[in-house]
């Protein structure tokens, strides 16, 4: 299996445009999980899909920020406008079943908005 | 409320050295899961073990080992004979029923093993 797919992985915009970063789960995953990684906050949920449903969403920092997926094998994380403290590594992860299996990360994207 | 905690920021050993790696967590959860992550410089996530809460069976895999201990809320992973490929953040992470199993990451180590 090729594992969880991301692009980009490295995006540079600046302040203001819109920002779409792209996942690929693994084929038969029905969990998918979008993180963020920052120096002062560490690796945190953003959202969680489960068969293509937004379930929890909690952790979405504020309306500048949007996921959706739209079928089984993709999910976008928007950021519009994109703001200089959304400077990040966003990892997607995908599960069979959170409650008795792992959840697997894709590589991450790498976000600088300048 | 859920919490795991990695007290030790920074640990730099020398190769070869055998060193422990510390994670103690908290939940009220009597189903649980918890997990040791490892990132590389490189920077992608890669998962190295899961544990349930039923299973406190100390496991080892070639090299590494883990240590799971209800009775102290801990999660230790020891490297043996560690190695300059050893380097890297490692996580432990926490996840239960009650918060949708998500990933409740500690802020990480980083191991520096130096030749």
């Known amino acids: 299996d090729a594992g969880v797919i991301q692009s980009p992985r490295h995006e540079v915009t600046e302040m203001g445009q819109e920002v779409t970063l792209r996942c690929k789960p693994i084929s038969g995953h029905d969990y998918l999980f979008w993180y963020r990684q920052t120096m002062m906050r560490g690796l945190e949920l953003l959202i969680y899909f489960n068969n293509n449903v937004p379930i929890d969403d909690s952790g979405m920092p504020e309306d500048r920020f949007s996921a959706k997926m739209p079928n089984a094998s993709f999910s976008t994380l928007k950021i519009q406008p994109s703001e200089p403290r959304d400077s990040a590594v966003y990892f997607c992860a995908s599960s069979l079943n959170p409650g008795a299996d792992t959840q697997y990360f894709g590589p991450g994207t790498r976000l600088t908005v300048l | 409320a859920q919490k795991v905690t990695q007290a030790q920021t920074e640990i730099s050993v020398v190769e070869k050295e055998d060193v422990t790696l510390d994670c103690v967590y908290e939940t009220r959860d009597t189903t649980y899961y918890l997990f040791w992550y490892k990132q590389p410089p490189s920077g992608e996530l890669v998962f190295l073990i899961r544990?349930?809460?039923?299973?406190?069976q100390n496991e080892i895999s070639g090299r590494y080992s883990w240590n799971f201990q209800k009775s102290t809320s801990s999660f230790n992973f020891t490297i043996t004979a560690s190695q300059v490929v050893d380097s890297a953040v490692y996580f432990c992470?926490?996840?239960?029923?009650?918060?949708?199993?998500?990933?409740?990451f500690g802020s990480g180590t980083r191991l520096l093993v130096r030749p």
């Open positions: 544990r349930n809460s039923f299973d406190e």
């Open positions: 992470a926490l996840s239960v029923m009650d918060s949708s199993y998500k990933l409740i």
